[in-house]
């Protein structure tokens, strides 16, 4: 089957701490983003690439970090420099040039005690 | 201002009723609408497009008012499985092609 995959499920972290959100695609899409959604709010794009190697800060960057090293993955990192990382991750793929029909992952529930 | 807006919610219905939630979009360059289903702690799913000629499926019905920069989404005959969160969202492609989501609103559907 294919469809987009993002691990874990749920992610417990302690303050001061990096943690690395894994999302994986068999789609054969180029483009790949993530999102934040946080309480009662829509999503936030936080990452997009396009194509591999590449990729462009959304509108909260800030404390997050990815990188694309290939076609299936996105991974992304959520740094000590996150003042408030608790949240639901997302994470998206689209075909190039189908940018509007993005097909979500079923997300990462992160919470930092 | 944010970019979409969506009527605050939580809209409480019986089961049959009709419903209407409504979206407002701040920027004229948008290109392309949609709405989103998402149930409690899933991802968002897209529920249908919405053009500007209106488009219906089954029970749901989509406008757009590109001169009213207004999009609205209809459920007649509401079941209990409508119950989640709708959220509109809008694409723009000269902003590295960016969809931008509202805030969502809840529709609890009672028996």
Redesign the interface.
């Known amino acids: 089957d294919g469809g987009i995959t993002q691990s874990p499920k749920y992610l417990f972290r302690k303050e001061g701490q990096n943690v690395t959100l894994s999302c994986e695609q068999n789609l054969n899409h180029d483009?790949m983003y993530w999102?934040r959604q946080d309480p009662?709010?829509?999503?936030?794009?936080i990452y997009?690439s396009?194509i591999v190697n590449d990729f462009?800060k959304?509108d909260i960057a800030e404390g997050y970090s990815v990188s694309r090293e290939k076609k299936e993955s996105f991974p992304l990192t959520v740094t000590s420099a996150q003042k408030n990382p608790t949240a639901?991750y997302?994470c998206a793929s689209?075909d190039r040039d189908r940018?509007?029909?993005?097909f979500?992952?079923?997300?990462t529930?992160l919470t930092v005690l | 201002r944010k970019e979409v807006e969506q009527d605050p919610g939580p809209f409480n219905v019986p089961e049959g009723a009709t419903v209407a939630f409504n979206c407002t979009y701040s920027n004229s360059a948008s290109q392309s609408f949609f709405w989103y289903r998402q149930d409690c702690r899933k991802e968002p799913k897209l529920l249908m497009s919405v053009y500007s000629s209106g488009n219906e499926d089954g029970r749901f019905t989509a406008q757009l008012n590109r001169a009213s920069q207004y999009i609205s989404l209809l459920i007649r005959d509401s079941k209990l499985s409508d119950s989640a969160t709708y959220l509109c969202v809008v694409f723009q492609y000269n902003q590295g092609g960016k969809l931008i989501f509202g805030q969502g609103t809840e529709l609890s559907v009672k028996p």
Not at chain 1, 40 to 45: A, E, H, N, S, V
Not at chain 1, 99 to 102: A, P, S, T, V
Not at chain 1, 104 to 107: A, H, I, K, Q, T
């Open positions: 483009a999102y009662g709010q829509g999503l936030r794009l997009y396009q462009q959304g639901f997302l689209s940018y509007n029909e993005q979500f992952g079923p997300g529930r």
